[in-house]
Structure formats: C-alpha cells, structure tokens
C-alpha cells in the first residue's frame, strides 16, 4: 500500500474493533418489527389504550367501534394484530371477545426500544 493510501477500516479488524453489544439478530428484530408495525397505527394505539383503560381491565369488541367511530370488522382487524403481536389477550365468551392487555406486553415493548 503507498503512503499515500488510507487502509480500509473494514478490511483492517485493529482500526474497528467490533461492538461491544453484538447488533440486533434477524429473529429479534422481526419480532420487534412485528410490535412496532402493531403500534405504528392511531387506531391500534387508540384500541390498546380503550382496553387498558377498561374498569375490568378488559374491553368487549361491541364497546370498541363507537369510540374509534370504525366498522365493527375494521377494528376486529387491528385487534387481530394487537393479539398477534403478543400485546393483546382475546378471549372468546358465547358470540363476542372481550381483550386484555397480556401482562407485561408494554414494558417488553418499551423494552425492545432501550435495547436497540
């Protein structure tokens, strides 16, 4: 190499000692993408906070559309992904759900920020 030339950091492991905190692995960051999507949505977060908000702790769907002034399937379809990123419980009584938040759901969340 002349003298003229700078080493590539990338090619010379000295000048770059790798990080401390290894990155984020693929497994996790889809999982964390998958909450974040889930709360990327006004409707969704206005859903999760009708539910915490809940006297029971617990929200039916029939209570959810008139507050969001959304069709009954427009919100059964942002709880679906509430439940599927794991921040919702869905519980199935005779013809309607009633949702809960899944306990500890939100710290993991804010959780998954802090770790980035």
Do not use: I
Request: charged letters at 20%; glycine letters at 8%.
């Amino acid at each position: 190499m002349k003298a003229s030339q700078t080493p590539d950091p990338a090619l010379d492991p000295s000048c770059c000692p790798p990080p401390a905190n290894p990155a984020l692995g693929a497994g996790d960051a889809k999982e964390a993408a998958l909450v974040f999507k889930a709360l990327s949505d006004p409707n969704r977060l206005r859903l999760l906070s009708l539910v915490k908000a809940g006297e029971s702790g617990e929200q039916c769907v029939c209570d959810l559309t008139e507050p969001l002034d959304l069709g009954q399937p427009t919100v059964s379809h942002h709880l679906k992904v509430l439940v599927d990123a794991g921040l919702l419980h869905r519980e199935k009584r005779g013809t309607w759900a009633y949702y809960s938040v899944v306990p500890g759901a939100l710290e993991r969340a804010a959780g998954l920020v802090t770790a980035l």
